[in-house]
């Protein structure tokens, strides 16, 4: 059974730091790899998606990092301002493109 | 390109009573998935349409629920009789394809509570 997990659970920095956000799973057997975005009382936004075949994806200020032998990903944040406060929640894309979450880090940017 | 519709985006309702959900994905996205969010957790797949067959329903507490998805496009999850731990958020996602390379876009969800 896949499990995926988000540490930490809940992060505050102040506004311009680098950040870096970790996802495991337990089953190396994915085919992708995805980093949603979640504002309160809003549905996601998607914001990367890694391909197995891919070790990393760009977009931005947002990085994100894939080593299926270790069962990780990472998603790196530069400079970090208050609009990038949220939920961020990474996914394994397993067969029939099913999804499975982990439980999210809130990360709060304080100005 | 106008985004996946859900509605209603609240509903409360008492416990034993029914609800029902309606989702209207992307155009031309032939895959629809049905989540469930309860507080404080990622989404839980529900069930997985593929044009307006089923592919994925091993989650969907069938004792109670239910999702049709009429003519391959809109879809409804329905909820009867509900119980107190349905209360959640329930998403709807759509993408072009269910081959694991296409990326699922999400809509605003409904927020259900159950009282």
């Known amino acids: 059974k896949q499990e995926v997990t988000q540490i930490p659970a809940a992060l505050s920095v102040p506004e311009g730091e680098n950040l870096v956000l970790n996802c495991s799973f337990t089953d190396s057997a994915i085919y992708n790899l995805q980093w949603f975005r979640q504002d309160p009382g809003k549905g996601l936004t998607s914001l990367l998606l890694i391909q197995s075949s891919q070790r990393e994806q760009t977009s931005g200020r947002l990085n994100a990092s894939l080593d299926k032998s270790s069962g990780r990903s990472t998603l790196y944040i530069a400079a970090s301002q208050p609009g990038d406060s949220a939920t961020y929640l990474c996914?394994?894309?397993?067969?029939?493109?099913?999804?499975?979450f982990g439980t999210g880090t809130r990360l709060t940017v304080i100005p | 390109e106008a985004g996946v519709a859900q509605s209603p985006r609240y509903k409360i309702i008492e416990k034993r009573q029914s609800v029902a959900f309606w989702c209207n994905p992307i155009s031309g996205h032939a895959t629809l998935y049905w989540y469930q969010q309860i507080l404080g957790q990622g989404p839980k797949l529900l069930i997985q349409f593929q044009n307006n067959g089923v592919v994925d329903d091993s989650q969907l507490p069938k004792d109670r629920f239910s999702a049709e998805r009429l003519k391959g496009v809109d879809s409804t999850l329905k909820i009867q009789p509900a119980k107190l731990e349905d209360s959640a958020v329930y998403l709807c996602?759509?993408?072009?394809?269910?081959?694991?390379?296409?990326?699922?876009?999400f809509g605003p969800g409904t927020r259900l509570t159950v009282t």
């Open positions: 996914a394994v894309i397993r067969g029939a493109n099913n999804l499975f």
């Open positions: 996602a759509s993408s072009p394809e269910g081959t694991g390379s296409y990326e699922q876009y």
